[in-house]
């Protein structure tokens, strides 16, 4: 069953989202022999799911056609459970793929942050990003009705792209303050290219209702959500629907870069202008190092691809366009703050833990995560805490420690194949 | 501040909390501190199996006698605890192992525990998962398994129900002469004192022949049925005894929940915590020549831990020749889940002056340490 | 490209639209993926691989991502109970 591939590159690049393209391809246009790899079938990541040049807005084609054109080695079905600073392993459906490389360039991109309350686990109680995802892997929703909540700029996005695949999106249920919102709203209205981008999702979600102060208390049925019940303004309503779409803006996957031993920074990778992080040979680039949206990947993964290959002139002159990146980072940050009403959604039978059906009425007595987790079995499962740890982080304050091999979870025949290597190849945990 | 008792124990893994809920039961007021928390250190690393083992007469009736009181509790034991009688089977590789196999029942059975040896056809029959062509093994159906960092919270909770107390995040900086120093100035001060503090207990008593040995351990999603008992292959012992190599041996657990513990694996002297890649490696191809089938499965996380070993790989258990208040429970190596409870009656046998259900000689920490080899 | 596969959810024979997702074949016809420690049905959640609740036996193999697979001819999807 298992084959074992080897490769060799000057840079290797790990995940395919806007960021590790612009990478990969920087990279490679510049000489380096390049392999990039990621757990879906095809490039493109969260945001530009679905990988067809065709398919996306004008950047992601453009992208995606000048990476073909490179040499760069593009593996994709690959899930890398385990890195050094010189070699990484990953599982396919086939076997492992065993990599050697001089510099590395992580671009893990983020993921939803999931907050629990009553009946988050019913059948029909999806991410935002996770309904996007849906939809593009063929989910007819088509006189659907559907509730979209949570917080963060991902909202109206999912709304305008339901909307425009023929969903009744009842409305967006937003948990950030009117003014908040409205300060975010202006500082994209303000920055050139949102700008546009403001604009277009406004009109498209023109006519939704958009609840701020406003977050989900239950979800409602028996085998499959039916309605959600949402507190707006201090009132509670129930609102029949088909799908409730709820997300609380996006944490950053840096499970490999703890694994490495980077450095973090409020969770997020730690990085200089130029991509590098806190250990020699290694860059990060994307929303892993915060979350700025698909113009600050593109350039991080640029910047990344250029200092990989030598060229910190070219990187230089894209910094001012790096550090207006940054401030959007900042205001992202400030405007989708979770509120502390949000810590008081979840009731004593509601579970928090999906994997191990860990309920936070059992989480409570404890005073950390690693109690937490030896006592209840909380985070043990397979998604091994990416789901709950974020949650436990925001609900309890606990801080997520102690990121270990294998990075995701693979057979024990992958796992067999690690490098009978020397001592200083062995990989440490996670630093604080 | 200071605080008294009439028995401090230092240690909240499973031998320190099973001390404090058997003392507490004989109305010893007693105190329990932990640097860290209960059942953190080799308690929370460790396997839970509880099983009788043969490596030595005293070995055998420690441990027979514990897995014997733990069967008893097994009714009070809360559903986190996950007691399961699944047994063991000792898994034969070759001709040899089978003879080995054959002297072990004798063994057993002559001291009153019940086994069957499982012919090539039974042992097949009883454990589907393990790979055609192995000729036999021994099923001792007495052996169970557990969850310990459970089983320690349960007997903290019972401890402090008959007045036990717990600090717990205190770290004890130094013990001797009825007193316990802890860093935040604390004085505990009891008449007796109990270093139960498992592979630290070095660190409060430079001079106990007791060095870490640590251990990987590997555990999978769920598979319900498809591994029924703990399945140990023959050369564990071997592993278990040998005092310089690496070593690795076959040694897998079902849980309750379906999931698979795969071990096991020993290095002396190694002190990082950092799981290490080649030793993993090892052990999984080492359970693939025994259960092919584990090769699909999937793995989910893997972590390292430290037993406390002594050179003739039996525990110390009793007063310290040196200082009389002084107690030891301590250097268990990986049999600390099964004896903790043996420990436990031994040690309040000791205190009490009453005999004790078996000798506690071979245990106490004043007799000669030879080192222990493996024929 | 062919633009339907035929996939067998159950055993039973269906067509879906080409692209179309394991996990989405399992939320169109009602089928649950998985069901939890404590006996609750699940669906999907996160929709890119991280949560793991849409596991389903994919072509015989249990604890598959559903959302990480595209349906493929004559591909075999059963709940992963």
């Known amino acids: 069953m298992t084959n074992r591939r080897k490769f060799e590159c000057d840079v290797a690049v790990i995940g395919a989202g806007p960021a590790g393209i612009a990478a990969a391809t920087a990279a490679a246009e510049a000489g380096k022999s390049v392999v990039l790899l990621d757990d879906n079938s095809v490039p493109g990541g969260q945001v530009w799911r679905g990988g067809k040049p065709s398919d996306e807005s004008p950047a992601a084609a453009q992208w995606l056609t000048r990476l073909q054109r490179t040499t760069a080695r593009q593996i994709f079905g690959a899930s890398v459970f385990q890195i050094s600073k010189t070699r990484l392993e990953a599982e396919t459906a086939t076997g492992t793929i065993d990599?050697?490389?001089e510099t590395l360039i992580l671009a893990t991109g983020a993921r939803e942050r999931f907050l629990p309350f009553p009946g988050w686990t019913l059948?029909?109680?999806?991410?935002?990003?996770?309904l996007q995802a849906l939809i593009k892997s063929g989910l007819p929703v088509s006189g659907k009705r559907i509730v979209i909540a949570g917080t963060g700029p991902l909202l109206v996005a999912v709304a305008a792209y339901a909307k425009q695949k023929g969903a009744i999106v009842v409305c967006i249920a937003e948990q950030t303050s009117w003014t908040k919102f409205a300060e975010f709203g202006v500082s994209a209205l303000l920055s050139g290219q949102k700008s546009r981008q403001a604009l277009n999702l406004l009109w498209q979600t023109h006519g939704i209702p958009h609840w701020k102060n406003s977050w989900p208390v239950a979800a409602l049925g028996t085998t499959h959500i039916q309605a959600v019940r949402l507190s707006h303004n201090g009132k509670q309503s129930?609102?029949?629907?088909?799908?409730?779409?709820?997300?609380?803006?996006l944490v950053p996957s840096t499970e490999l870069a703890q694994l490495l031993g980077c450095n973090l920074k409020n969770g997020f990778v730690a990085v200089d202008e130029f991509q590098r992080t806190s250990l020699p040979g290694i860059l990060c680039a994307g929303e892993s190092t915060g979350i700025g949206g698909v113009e600050k990947s593109l350039l991080e993964g640029q910047i990344a691809g250029l200092v990989s290959s030598g060229q910190l002139d070219r990187?230089?002159?894209?910094?001012?366009?790096?550090?207006?990146?940054?401030?959007?980072?900042?205001?992202?940050?400030?405007?989708?703050?979770?509120?502390?009403?949000?810590?008081?959604?979840?009731?004593?039978n509601t579970l928090v833990c999906r994997c191990e059906d860990v309920a936070f009425g059992k989480l409570q007595q404890h005073s950390s995560w690693r109690t937490a987790k030896l006592q209840t079995r909380c985070g043990m499962g397979p998604c091994q805490g990416k789901v709950c740890g974020a949650a436990a982080e925001f609900l309890f304050g606990w801080k997520i420690v102690s990121i270990r091999l294998p990075a995701v979870p693979v057979s024990c025949a992958s796992l067999a194949t690690l490098s009978v290597g020397a001592k200083s190849e062995t990989i440490r945990g996670g630093l604080q | 501040m200071t605080m008294s008792a009439d028995v401090v124990i230092v240690g909240a893994g499973i031998v320190g909390t099973a001390c404090a809920y058997e003392l507490s039961c004989e109305k010893?007021?007693?105190?329990?501190?932990?640097?860290?928390?209960?059942?953190?250190?080799?308690?929370?690393?460790?396997?839970?199996?509880?099983?009788?083992?043969?490596?030595s007469e005293a070995q055998f009736r420690l441990t027979r006698y514990s897995q014997t009181l733990w069967h008893q509790m097994a009714e009070q034991l809360p559903k986190s605890v996950e007691y399961e009688s699944c047994g063991t089977i000792w898994v034969a590789a070759n001709e040899d192992e089978m003879e080995e196999v054959h002297r072990k029942h004798l063994y057993y059975e002559q001291r009153g525990m019940h086994c069957e040896i499982l012919d090539e056809k039974t042992l097949r029959q009883a454990e589907p998962a393990l790979r055609g062509g192995l000729p036999g093994g021994l099923l001792v159906a007495a052996d169970a398994v557990i969850y310990p960092p459970c089983a320690a919270t349960f007997f903290c909770g019972r401890a402090e129900a008959l007045g036990a107390q717990l600090l717990i995040g205190r770290r004890a900086t130094s013990i001797g002469n009825e007193k316990v120093l802890l860093e935040d100035g604390t004085t505990l001060t009891s008449k007796i004192i109990v270093n139960a503090a498992g592979e630290a207990a070095r660190n409060l008593m430079p001079q106990l022949p007791i060095r870490p040995r640590k251990g990987h351990l590997v555990i999978t999603d769920r598979y319900p049925g498809k591994i029924r008992h703990q399945l140990v292959e023959l050369g564990y012992l071997k592993s278990a005894h040998s005092t310089i190599a690496d070593s690795v041996a076959f040694n897998v657990q079902p849980r309750v929940t379906g999931q698979i513990l795969i071990g096991s694996s020993r290095q002396y002297d190694a002190t990082d915590t950092a799981v290490e890649p080649q030793i993993v490696a090892r052990m999984l191809h080492r359970a693939f020549e025994y259960s092919p089938v584990l090769e699909t499965i999937s793995a989910i996380r893997v972590w390292t831990g430290f037993r406390a070993a002594t050179p003739d790989k039996l525990p110390l258990i009793g007063p310290w020749s040196e200082d009389p208040s002084m107690f030891i429970a301590a250097g268990h190596e990986g049999l600390g889940i099964t004896t903790s409870l043996g420990t436990a009656k031994l040690v309040a046998d000791s205190l009490l002056g009453r005999a004790s259900r078996i000798p506690i000689e071979p245990y106490l920490p004043a007799r000669q340490m030879r080192e222990a080899t493996h024929a | 490209?062919?633009?339907?596969?035929?996939?067998?959810?159950?055993?039973?024979?269906?067509?879906?639209?080409?692209?179309?997702?394991?996990?989405?074949?399992?939320?169109?016809?009602?089928?649950?993926?998985?069901?939890?420690?404590?006996?609750?049905?699940?669906?999907?959640?996160?929709?890119?691989?991280?949560?793991?609740?849409?596991?389903?036996?994919?072509?015989?193999k249990p604890h598959v991502k559903s959302c990480q697979v595209i349906c493929t001819d004559g591909i075999e999807i059963e709940s992963d109970d």
């Open chain 1, 238 to 249: 129930e609102i029949p629907c088909d799908y409730l779409a709820c997300g609380f803006h």
């Open chain 1, 315 to 348: 990187a230089r002159d894209l910094a001012p366009a790096r550090a207006t990146t940054q401030r959007h980072v900042n205001s992202i940050t400030q405007a989708f703050a979770l509120r502390k009403e949000l810590k008081a959604l979840p009731e004593e």
């Open chain 3, 1 to 60: 490209m062919p633009e339907r596969v035929v996939v067998y959810l159950r055993g039973k024979q269906i067509e879906v639209p080409a692209g179309t997702s394991a996990a989405v074949v399992a939320i169109t016809r009602d089928v649950h993926c998985r069901t939890s420690f404590d006996g609750q049905i699940r669906a999907p959640l996160c929709g890119m691989g991280i949560c793991f609740e849409c596991r389903m036996k994919i072509n015989g």
């Open chain 2, 28 to 55: 010893f007021r007693v105190i329990v501190v932990d640097a860290e928390g209960i059942g953190i250190g080799a308690t929370a690393a460790g396997m839970g199996h509880l099983v009788a083992m043969d490596d």
């Open chain 1, 123 to 130: 059948p029909g109680v999806v991410g935002a990003g996770g």
């Open chain 1, 99 to 101: 990599a050697l490389f």
